[in-house]
């Protein structure tokens, strides 16, 4: 009598994870991601070091939809702490030089996505906050490690082989 109600129950258990759709890579990338570090590979040691962001400590956000859109915005640690209450018509010379710097200092674009195959995603830039970088184009390798999305440039950034690390919020 237990044979016979175990083998429904263990056909039944089978059909059901059977019919659960598997996780896509659309579905992986899907989310919210704290910038966790800047990584620039060493050739000569053939290791990843930790490294800076345009000289900086950066923090950042990067975002996708699941759906072929995403946002990513990058940002010197002390970003958050500059003044920016000052009166424009007010300050002098230097002091808009360093206000504009600040405001240089930030990195922002949003853009379509597409995975390329199991390793590799595209980039198709709709605005950034540099003007030149509409409707440009970056490939990046990634990989997931549990909750940490790893994307390496396929470019040279600062003239280094350079990735980011990010973990899922």
Known sequence: ????????GLLILL???SCTPSQTIDDKFNGTYKLDKFESYDSVTGKWNADKW?????????????????????????????????NIDSIDQESLKELAKFYQSNFVYFADYKII???T???????????????????????F???TLILTAHEKLETKKMRLRWIKL
């Open 54 to 86: 345009r000289g900086k400590d950066a923090d950042g956000f990067i975002q996708y939809d699941g759906k072929g859109h995403m946002s990513v915005h990058l940002y010197p640690r002390d970003y958050k702490d500059f003044d920016t209450n000052k």
């Open 1 to 8: 009598m237990h044979k016979i109600i175990l083998l429904p």
């Open 117 to 119: 195959n199991d390793s």
């Open 15 to 17: 059909a059901d994870i």
């Open 121 to 143: 995603i595209e980039h198709t830039r709709v605005s950034a906050t540099e003007p030149k970088n509409w409707g440009t184009k970056l490939i990046r390798s990634f990989e």
């Open 145 to 147: 490690i549990n909750d």
